[in-house]
């Protein structure tokens, strides 16, 4: 079964600043995807940003990019400039691609509480 | 108008109570989920459905059921409510990996409290 790890209950910044939240996961699987989402105190689910695994480069959305390490199991979220609105809890989340046995199936980590200070 | 929509978006009831949480989604996509929230848990799949025939369970369907009533409709129930099922529920919707990724897209969620 597969398994996402958040290793980092909460973390902070200072505005403007950048700030690394880390994910690891555990697979036998050789194609799949891995998904950051953003829940604000609204509580709704936002996709931040997506990778393919079979993709090498590393995906970018404006202030948020991916060091995503194939052989590692590993994929951070690196948000740039940081700004008071990404503040939110942030989970990590993998889904196997077609073929595979949890086919469709997002495995969610515990989450990560970012702060964001003035 | 939201994609996703869940009602009620608030609930809460006594234990022993049957309760329904319903989901509808204009994506018009064919792929349906329930997840729960808990503190430190995540999201965790309750039920998933890729089509109006297919329902499957997923990792904690225990004390759960569900209905698609159509492509647009999926019910998750609640057949005796104990107060472990507090928790905030998730609906979301897909389409097939080759077309959209896996990405799922989120409803605004149900938080339910059971006394």
């Known amino acids: ?16 600043e950048t700030v690394t939240l880390s994910c690891t996961y555990d697979t036998s699987e050789s194609d799949y995807y891995l998904f950051w989402y953003k829940q604000p105190p609204s509580r709704q689910m936002i996709l931040v940003i997506r990778q393919e695994a079979y993709k090498q480069q590393n995906a970018t959305e404006n202030r948020f990019s991916v060091n ?4 590692a199991k590993s994929f951070s979220l690196k948000i740039s400039d940081s700004q008071l609105g990404d503040a939110a809890m942030y989970f990590c989340a993998y889904a196997p691609s077609a073929g595979g ?5 997002l495995t ?7 702060t964001v200070h003035p | 108008d939201a994609d996703v929509t869940q009602t009620p978006r608030n609930r809460i009831t006594k234990t ?3 309760i ?13 989920y329930w997840y729960r929230q808990d503190p430190g848990l ?30 647009a409709k999926f ?37 339910l409290l059971v006394l």
């Open chain 1, 68 to 71: 995503f390490q194939k052989a």
């Open chain 1, 101 to 105: 046995t949890s086919y469709g199936k």
């Open chain 2, 75 to 111: 019910s998750l129930s609640l057949e005796s409510a104990i107060p472990n099922q507090t928790a905030l529920y998730f609906c979301a919707t897909s389409e097939p990996g080759f077309k959209a990724h896996e990405t799922q897209y989120f409803g605004p969620g149900t938080r």
């Open chain 1, 108 to 114: 969610f980590g515990q989450g990560t509480i970012l």
């Open chain 1, 1 to 16: 079964a597969q398994t996402v790890t958040q290793s980092q209950p909460e973390m902070s910044v200072q505005e403007a």
């Open chain 2, 42 to 71: 995540g999201l965790r799949l309750i039920y998933y459905s890729f089509d109006v025939k297919d329902i499957n369970k997923g990792e904690i369907s225990d004390g759960y059921s569900v209905s698609r009533q159509a492509q």
């Open chain 2, 20 to 32: 329904m949480l319903e989901c509808s989604q204009t994506k018009g996509h064919d792929r349906m």
């Open chain 2, 16 to 18: 022993g109570k049957r």
